[in-house]
């Protein structure tokens, strides 16, 4: 019984990832001879759906004047299946319902949580530049 209704949620929350994305993790670095920059090397880990979610807009950091800037958290979510990814790892997003989101891409955190049952893979992301 619980194994049909966790599979059940979790093609729900599959059906909600209206994303793609590709997720690589850094192999390594080399040098351009160009320009002599280093420049990172990846491979890529998982390419499919995702979804890219907000939250927040309460409080959070406070500057150096003492005004509290709204802080707003984001996340990518992937299928549960999905195994292998790491902290620091980058997420490109590739085609989305919202065409402002093509091309961004995300850092890795840390998963959002740790359930006994998940219905998704959600990770904390930070913008990666």
């Known amino acids: 019984m619980l194994d049909s209704l966790m599979a059940h949620g979790r093609a729900a929350a599959e059906r909600l990832m209206a994303d793609e994305c590709v997720v690589r993790k850094a192999t390594g670095q080399t040098i351009d ?3 002599g920059q280093h420049v990172t090397q ?20 406070t500057t150096d004047t ?7 958290l984001t996340r ?3 299928p549960w299946a999905t195994r292998g990814l790491t902290p620091d790892m980058v997420v490109e997003i590739t085609k989305s319902g919202d065409p402002n989101l093509v091309g961004h891409k995300f850092r890795l955190v840390s998963p959002q949580s740790q359930k006994t049952h998940a219905t998704a893979q ?3 992301v930070k913008e990666a530049l």
């Open 76 to 78: 990518v979510d992937f």
């Open 122 to 124: 959600r990770w904390n």
């Open 66 to 72: 003492g005004t509290v800037v709204n802080e707003w």
């Open 42 to 61: 990846y491979s890529e880990v998982y390419a499919g759906k995702c979804k890219v979610q907000t939250s927040g807009g309460v409080g959070g950091d």
């Open 33 to 35: 001879p160009d320009t």
